[in-house]
Structures are given as structure tokens and as C-alpha cells.
């Protein structure tokens, strides 16, 4: 079956560390996205890929990094400049960035830094 | 820029009841819009998608019409089940062109839940 994988589904860091998200999909899209998610709040993107070795930062990109090497794979990177990184992660992708291609989400990372 | 805004919630409803969540935007041209549902603990999927003006989408028995007139896609269902319990989120993604080009804007979500 094709879909997003995300991995792991909890992870927990110290405060001062970074740490990578996995984000991996088998649907062949072109288009990949980082979201935040925090408690009683919409989505808020946080870096976008429309192809391979190339991506743009979104709306709250400071602390964040990507990388998009391969098609298939978009990791994000929590960085310890990042000053509130406890939340929900959600990484999605879509056939292209025409306005009619609908994202398809992974399950999420819910990150917990103490 | 591009916004969307929904009803406040929670809503909560008995089983079989009338469901409708208010989604109203701002945008500039004639941007495609979406609802998509997040069970407790999980992604979101899409549950229904409209690309142009007075376009109904529809899926489980939910049902939105794009209203260009009144920048609005309302979600609705006839008849909700408890298993419809879930946080629904409004989203909009612009046409071609501009520094919006291939971004979905959410609206904050309305969290649904349905007593039997």
C-alpha cells in the first residue's frame, strides 16, 4: 500500500539537543511539507519541497532545517535554537503544487523536549 | 494573505443529529478548498475537496459547497454517528501564482463529538 511513513511516533529529547524526524513516502509525489501542530491551533507549515534538492522555508521555519536528498524523503531537523519544540509533527506530500492536488498526511511525531 | 476561518468549538451533538461547521476565507483569486478530519491521535486525512465556484464535494455523507459569493464551504452531514467524533480543519490552497503558490492554509479546527 502507498503511503507516508513517519517515524518514530513519540520521541523524547533533553532541552539543547537536536533531533531528526523521519519523514519517508512510497506515492511517487514531486511535493513534500512539514507541519506543526500544537494543542487547539490549526496547522502551520514549517518548510515545503517541490523537488528533490530543493526547499523553501514556510511560515515558522527559525529552528528548523531540511533536507530533501531523495524523492521519497523529507527529514526535518529540530534544532536547539528552536525555542518551544514540544508538538505535534505532521509531514505530508502531494502530487505536485497545482491548486487541485490534495496533501496526504503521515500519522505525526508527537515530540516532547524536557 | 490567505486565511480561514471556522467555527468555534467544541461542538457536541447527540447521535443522528444535524452537523454543520461554518468555514469562511479570504484569499486572492479563486483558490481550491478542503476539509480534512483528524481522529484523536493520528494524521489527517482528506474527506472532501472543492475546485471551483459551486462545486459540491462530498464523501461519507458530508457535503461543502464552494460559495464564492459568500467566501464560504460549510461542512454539513444529515446525520452524524459517534464514530464521526474527530477534529475537522478547513484548508484552502491559492491558484498558480504568488508567494502562496502550493501551501495549504488551515483554519484552527473544530473539535466534533457525538454522544449515542
Redesign the interface.
Known amino acids: 500500500d502507498g503511503g507516508i511513513t513517519q517515524s518514530p511516533k513519540y520521541l523524547f529529547r533533553k532541552e539543547g539537543q537536536n533531533v531528526t524526524l523521519s519523514c519517508e513516502q512510497n506515492l511517487n509525489h514531486d511535493a513534500m511539507y512539514w507541519y506543526r501542530q500544537d494543542p487547539g491551533q490549526g496547522l502551520r507549515l514549517i518548510y515545503y519541497s517541490q523537488i528533490v534538492n530543493d526547499f523553501q522555508k514556510g511560515d515558522i521555519a527559525e529552528g528548523y532545517s531540511v533536507s530533501r536528498e531523495k524523492k521519497e524523503s523529507f527529514p526535518l531537523t529540530v534544532t536547539s535554537a528552536q525555542k518551544n519544540p514540544t508538538a505535534f509533527y505532521l509531514c505530508a506530500s502531494s502530487r505536485g503544487t497545482e491548486s487541485s492536488y490534495e496533501q496526504y498526511f503521515g500519522p505525526g511525531t508527537r515530540l516532547t523536549v524536557t | 494573505g490567505d486565511s480561514?476561518t471556522q467555527m468555534e468549538g467544541p461542538v457536541t451533538l447527540s447521535e443522528e443529529a444535524f452537523l454543520t461547521i461554518n468555514c469562511t476565507y479570504t484569499a486572492t483569486g479563486y483558490?481550491?478548498l478542503?476539509w480534512?478530519v483528524q481522529y484523536p491521535?493520528?494524521?489527517?486525512?482528506?474527506l472532501l475537496?472543492a475546485?471551483k465556484a459551486d462545486d459540491k464535494g462530498s464523501n461519507k455523507g458530508f457535503e461543502a459547497t464552494y460559495r464564492k459569493e459568500t467566501t464560504s464551504f460549510h461542512l454539513e452531514k444529515g446525520s452524524v454517528q459517534v464514530s464521526d467524533s474527530a477534529v475537522y480543519?478547513c484548508a484552502l490552497?491559492?491558484?498558480?501564482g504568488g508567494t502562496s503558490?502550493?501551501?495549504?492554509t488551515?483554519?484552527?479546527?473544530t473539535i466534533l463529538t457525538v454522544h449515542p
Not at chain 2, 41 to 46: I, N
Request: glycine share 20%; aromatic share 20%; no cysteine.
Open positions: 480561514v483558490p481550491s478542503f480534512y491521535g493520528e494524521g489527517l486525512q482528506l475537496k475546485t480543519f490552497k491559492p491558484r498558480a503558490y502550493g501551501k495549504l488551515f483554519g484552527q479546527g
